[in-house]
């Protein structure tokens, strides 16, 4: 009975992912999910299973025509030859090709660092409307719909009834700017989640130590040094990597 439930719900989720719900029964199974934490994690697992596939498909290999392949030859032909050209061009000069420190940064932050929201019992209604807006902003940007997703969290920054609730959107809403290269907003949305008592250290933790790459993203190599450190000091999750990006500031030198 228990695995004819799943499956039910599993194929709820699948329609809901592909847009096939109505809004009545969006709201039903986003209830369900605030009463069965368990279908929740189904649904993020396939979301991000999605995600995946998504990026597979994107980085994955391509089906190639015979003209099109022909066509690549020619473009390859052209390209080397511009770059004997380009060689023979510059062999006397010396070039400088070290690479920014912007190089150093994560490329983006994954959508599973994001702050969910409270999926549990509440008999506050406004509560429930509140934490099931929060996980349908997320659900957005799982589902690649960045601006609709920044869109959704800007406006619950405008309902907001506890810090927590604000630092939380606060962080997602920075995850999102970074990986829309909106880094300066990203950077100021970070810090105020550092300056914050309101959430759990992991999240203070993390804001540092993804403040620190918006920092090389933005090739402030002080500020980002300073970030690192107290990624460093915390002694959380990310104090290997802050020690070893540390050491490679170090050795750029300032």
């Known amino acids: 009975m228990k695995n004819k439930e799943t499956i039910e719900i599993s194929k709820r989720i699948d329609a809901y992912i592909r847009g096939n719900l109505s809004k009545k029964e969006i709201d039903e199974l986003w209830l369900l999910f605030l009463k069965n934490p368990h279908y929740y994690d189904l649904f993020e697992t396939e979301l991000h299973l999605r995600s995946l596939t998504l990026k597979n498909k994107h980085f994955g290999g391509k089906i190639i025509d015979k003209r099109g392949h022909k066509k690549r030859i020619k473009q390859w032909v052209m390209a080397a030859a511009a770059t004997v050209i380009v060689v023979l061009t510059i062999q006397f000069y010396i070039i400088d090709t070290t690479p920014g420190i912007d190089t150093l940064a994560l490329n983006s932050i994954s959508y599973n660092e994001m702050a969910a929201g ?77 300056q914050s008592n309101a959430v759990d250290e992991i999240y203070i933790e993390r804001a540092w130590w993804f403040l620190a790459n918006t920092y090389l993203k933005m090739n402030d190599q002080e500020k980002a040094m300073e970030a690192v450190l107290r990624v460093k000091n915390l002694n959380g999750n990310n104090r290997d990597l802050a020690t070893t990006l540390l050491e490679t500031l170090n050795e750029r030198g300032q």
């Open 118 to 194: 409270n999926v549990e019992r509440s008999d506050d209604d406004f509560m429930i409307n509140f934490e099931t807006e929060m996980n349908r902003a997320m659900a957005a940007a799982y589902m690649l719909k960045k601006d609709e997703s920044i869109e959704m969290f800007r406006d619950l920054k405008a309902s907001v009834i506890n810090e927590s609730q604000r630092v939380r959107i606060e962080f997602n809403l920075a995850i999102l700017y970074y990986n829309s290269s909106e880094f300066e907003l990203a950077r100021d949305s970070f810090i105020t989640v550092t």
